[in-house]
């Protein structure tokens, strides 16, 4: 159980394009959905937290209007780059959290994004 | 804020060492500590966690006890194996507010057969 998907696991696109990434939690209800951002040999850095039907809260200096998160739903979030530039190519991992459990979360297996 | 130090890599082993990765951590409140395992390629996986001082997190041959005292999770494995060979992160989450996980940078370990 606790399985969580994101989709697609690799997307290249040209400079300018928008990009959206899906997290799912498969078999439970995600209350709350984080999304990280992982640089080449780097650890994991915090972007957002959302919470099903609210906005999300970003963390300092992540533009939120270039990183559109939704969360309309207990078992989907969103991710959304907008004009994409070379220098958002990274890797995004979402993890998501229930109700059950509360303090333990399960990661999707990230998505590879490369902006040429 | 919270933080978690780790040491850095590549540790480097030959199969059957003994594997020690050290992790610190600093916070106000009681977290809870977590280490996770990222294979080439994939995604994080939990690997082993605790909850409260003096717990101790188990899976795998993989250990960690939680020590207050010394605020520290470092992870051992008796006997280490080709396959452990991944990137292993070391986290905190403060469960008083439950937030979000807060990483170390990593540690990369490579064992030859």
């Known amino acids: 159980g606790a399985v969580v998907s994101q989709h697609p696991s690799r997307v290249i696109c040209k400079s300018g394009t928008s990009v959206k990434i899906e997290c799912r939690s498969l078999?439970?209800?995600?209350?709350?959905m984080f999304w990280y951002r992982q640089f080449p040999k780097q650890s994991l850095m915090l972007m957002a937290t959302s919470n099903e039907g609210s906005k999300a809260t970003y963390e300092q200096g992540v533009e939120k209007d270039k990183f559109l998160i939704n969360h309309a739903s207990l078992t989907l979030s969103t991710l959304t780059v907008t004009s994409a530039h070379p220098e958002d190519s990274s890797f995004y991992i979402c993890?998501?959290?229930?109700?059950?459990?509360?303090?333990?979360?399960?990661f999707g297996p990230g998505t590879r994004l490369t902006v040429l | 804020g919270d933080s978690v130090t780790q040491m850095e890599g590549p540790v480097t082993l030959s199969e059957e060492a003994f594997l020690t990765i050290n992790c610190t951590y600093t916070?106000?409140?009681?977290?809870?500590l977590f280490w996770y395992v990222q294979y080439p390629g994939e995604g994080l996986q939990l690997l082993l966690k605790a909850t409260k001082a003096d717990d101790k997190g188990s899976n795998k041959g993989f250990e960690a006890t939680y020590r207050k005292e010394t605020t520290s999770f470092h992870l051992e494995k008796g006997s280490v194996q080709v396959s452990d060979s991944a990137v292993y992160f070391c986290?905190?989450?403060?469960?008083?507010?439950?937030?979000?996980?807060?990483f170390g940078k990593g540690t990369t370990l490579s064992v030859s057969s």
């Open positions: 078999d439970f209800q995600a209350t709350t």
């Open positions: 986290a905190l989450s403060d469960s008083q507010a439950g937030t979000a996980l807060i």
């Open positions: 993890s998501a959290r229930g109700q059950i459990n509360y303090n333990e979360q399960f």
């Open positions: 916070a106000t409140g009681y977290p809870s």
